[in-house]
């Protein structure tokens, strides 16, 4: 297929994408629900937009936790979304197996995010005990950079040996590696892509450093624009290989770019898709997103999930570039849709991250070729 031919058709398909949004704002389908089991983490890296770390984290109890997941499979049909699990780090939980072990039982099909430090042999065959189905380990760069970057002395050696843990145990149906990519680490990535297409992995999930949490107080570490470039042209170029590397799920990123750096087009899922209930029990739609008051829809002690999902949520199904001057003006509002809430400013009702202009621009669309 000719270029301009998989342009228009790459449009006319992303076009398709953005009048079926507007149909889910008024009837979302609930695909993943995200429970946060803490914000408590043994690493306290530089990128994270929760704050995770040694900090207080109000948590549910067990007993709270058995209600919650009865009373939501009664509510849903559990067999039509993932449960995603994460934190803070998940594992820190001394009643996680009980908790997991609990969702099992209920019939739920579950993954989870980890950093992988607390996964060994014992750990990684409980897991596959209780039906784990998906992991994704962290890994952000070399050895040095990856424990620079998550202020963690051996937090690299201990994350590889919980991913061969996993890997030796086997019977899980994808384990993927995360690699948040900075400023400083990025010119690790051949190197990274070496390591990783030798290890028997399902996937690379590559994705670049936010302006959110603690990232914010971060700015050297954010990407230039020639560093955005060189990331996308990597990814694009490795997934012509055998090594399945993807870009995540957030942005759009211009007609060139959708769909050759990742499997589906941009589609922020905030919810339509996505619901995530936080440690304290808060209902929000996702878990990237700034903690403001306006964004918690209700609370899963007093509230049932199925009533808050499809009464409440408001917030999130609405075309987000009608908040900017700049994304109501721009031409590309149709599919970009002001981008992903996770990285939106809402006190300047401005995007933090736009690849106009640094991937395409209006005149010639791709500005690096």
Known sequence: MEREDLYNLKKAQMSELAAYRKTLYDHPVLKFLFLELTLRCNERCLHCGSLCGDVPSDELTFEQYRRILSDIRQDF????????????EPLLRKDFFEIM??????????????????????????????????????????????????????????????????????????????????????????????????????????????????????????????DQRYLFDFIRERRMEDMPVT???????????????????????????????????????CLDIERRPEFVQGNILHDRLKDVWENRFRCFREDLAERSRTCAACEYRTWCNGGAHHSYDYDAEQQRICFKGILWNSDSEVTNK
């Open 247 to 285: 870009y995540g799920c957030s942005h759009f990123l211009g007609f060139h770019y959708e769909r050759e750096v990742r499997e589906r087009y941009f589609l922020c899922n905030t919810g339509i898709y996505t619901a995530s209930i936080c440690c304290n029990g808060d209902i929000i739609g």
């Open 101 to 226: 072990g609990y969702a099992d039982q209920l019939g739920y099909n579950w993954g989870m995010t980890s950093n992988g430090t607390l996964i060994d042999p014992e750990t990684a065959r409980k897991l596959h005990d209780c039906h784990m189905k998906t992991i994704s380990i962290s890994i952000d760069g070399l050895e040095a950079s990856h424990n620079a970057f998550r202020q963690t002395k051996d937090g690299y050696q201990r994350a590889m040996k919980g991913i061969e843990a996993l890997i030796a145990e086997g019977g899980f149906k994808h384990i993927q590696v995360t690699s948040v990519m900075n400023h400083g680490n990025i010119h690790e990535l051949e190197k990274m892509y070496e390591l990783f297409a030798g290890m028997d992995i399902d996937s690379w999930r590559v994705i670049g450093i936010e302006p959110m949490g603690r990232a914010l107080l971060h700015p050297e570490l954010l990407l230039t624009a020639e």
């Open 77 to 88: 049909d559990i067999r039509q979304f993932q449960l995603c699990i994460t934190g803070g």
